[in-house]
Structures are given as C-alpha cells and as structure tokens.
C-alpha cells in the first residue's frame, strides 16, 4: 500500500484545496442508491416521525443534508443520510442498518465521503466481544480474512484511513473496509464492487441465522442501542456538522442517527 491517512477528518478538509467534487458526489449518490433499493427491498421498513423535520435540512453557503430513518419487524434502525458542502469540497453519506435482537447477525454499515479525496468504509459490525467469543469471529469474520489481506496486498492505490480517535479506531472489526483512494474510476468500482459484496454477504447471514432464544433478546437489544449511541455522539466527524450546520442543530442531527426520539417500538421481545 502506499499509505495511510492520519489526520482528523476536519484538518484534511481544511487543509485541503477546493476542488470540484460534483462527479464524484454524483456517483457516491448512485451508489448509496443503490444500496437503499437493495436493503429496502429486502425488508418491511417504516419511516419514523421523529426524523421527519431532518429530512432535507440547510446550512452555511451551499451546505445541505438529509437524513431518513426507517424501522422494521427485523430492523431495529435504518439511516439513510447524508451532509453535502461544494463550498469546501465536501461531502459524507452514510447507509447504516442495526438490526433487531431477533438475531445475532452483524449490523452492516457504510459510508462513503470526499475530503476531497474520495474515502469509503464498509464494515459488519460485531454484536458480541470477539476475543470472549471466537465462534462468532471464525463464523462472521475469519471467511473474509484472506479477502481482506488480498485487497490489501493488490491495491497500492490506496490508503488506509487511521482515526486519530481512540474510540473510533476501537469501532472496526478486523475486517473492516476503510480506505482513501485517487479520484478516478478504477477507486469508485473497486468500493461498488466491495459494497454490494458485503451486502451479499450480510443477507446470506441472514438467510442462515439462527435465532436468538427470547429470554436473551432485551440485552443483546439494549447492548445493540448503546453501541449506536456511543459511535453516533462520540464520533469525531460531528464537528464538521456543527460547522456547516451550527452548535444548535449538530446535537438534533445526531439524536437522529441513533434514534433518540423515535416514535416506533423496537422490534423483539423490547417491541
């Protein structure tokens, strides 16, 4: 590999010179697309009200955003969002599905960005402690390992995102998809091509999920929501809404990412 990034995702927008990134927001927009009608088709989804007022929102110069949020009977929270500023070259779209405790298959998320430079994670999120629990690493994890060294090894192009935050780092599985690349087309179809993967893999797990018995459904649902919480208010990133966007509107946007105020019941045994 050629490298990797070690900086605040703030210092590298602000750092960087403005370059027009419409092309690339345009086919992160298609992709993402792409995805929600997959998702989408796969699961029975409700919208829930108390995301409603984010769903198209404004900011500073030509800064906007949105975010959707759906529930389901096998879908604990669905975002669907995204924060766009050509003023600055910057854009941050994220697909995320935390599923319901029904199950203890991963969570799958995605986000794609440009800082200017085009940025992508594709992650299954873990829903037990690896180390604790080797099984559910060798029957999650351990499939996609030598996949995960091959990309590595094939792709000098690319450089691999290291959070500066502790916390962050601590968020991705080993086998994580977290990368910058250069702006041209052989980096955005390696990220379709790995994302639609991934999702092919997530719903394969979930044809082949064995259920989670009901007397353990309300911990592992109450420990799937302190997860999203954590990663939603403690990621770094958030600073650059308060930017865009302002101090009184940032902390609303990330109540919405986790779900603060939903109006629907959870699914499970908690629903």
Not at 46 to 61: C, I, L
Not at 178 to 190: F, H, I, K, M
Not at 261 to 266: A, G, K, V
Request: with cysteine.
């Amino acid at each position: 590999m050629s490298g990797e990034t070690l900086q605040h995702v703030s210092d590298w927008v602000s750092n960087a010179e403005p370059v027009d990134i419409s092309a690339a927001y345009a086919t992160w927009t298609q992709l993402t697309r792409e995805l929600t009608a997959r998702i989408e088709e796969r699961f029975a989804l409700e919208r829930d009200a108390s995301v409603q007022p984010w769903e198209s929102f404004t900011g500073n110069g030509q800064a906007t955003g949105s975010i959707k949020a759906y529930v389901g009977t096998e879908v604990d929270w669905y975002v669907d969002s995204y924060i766009h500023n050509p003023d600055v070259s910057f854009c941050n779209l994220h697909v995320t599905a935390w599923l319901g405790p029904q199950v203890r298959v991963p969570h799958f998320g995605f986000a794609v960005a440009c800082f200017p430079d085009p940025w992508a994670f594709c992650d299954l999120l873990p829903r037990a402690d690896l180390v604790r629990e080797p099984e559910y690493f060798e029957r999650y994890y351990a499939p996609r390992n030598d996949a995960w060294v091959k990309l590595r090894a094939e792709n000098p192009q690319l450089k691999w995102f290291t959070s500066l935050d502790g916390f962050v780092r601590a968020t991705l599985s080993p086998t994580a998809f977290c990368y910058s690349g250069p702006d041209e087309a052989r980096t955005y179809d390696l990220v379709r091509d790995y994302a639609h993967g991934q999702l092919d893999l997530w719903f394969g797990y979930l044809d082949d999920a064995e259920p989670v018995p009901a007397e353990e459904q309300e911990a592992l649902a109450a420990a799937d929501l302190a997860m999203r919480k954590n990663v939603a208010e403690r990621d770094p990133a958030n600073v650059m809404a308060v930017r865009y966007f302002g101090a009184d509107v940032e902390p609303e946007l990330v109540k919405s990412l986790w779900g603060a105020d939903r109006t629907l019941p959870r699914p499970g045994v908690t629903g």
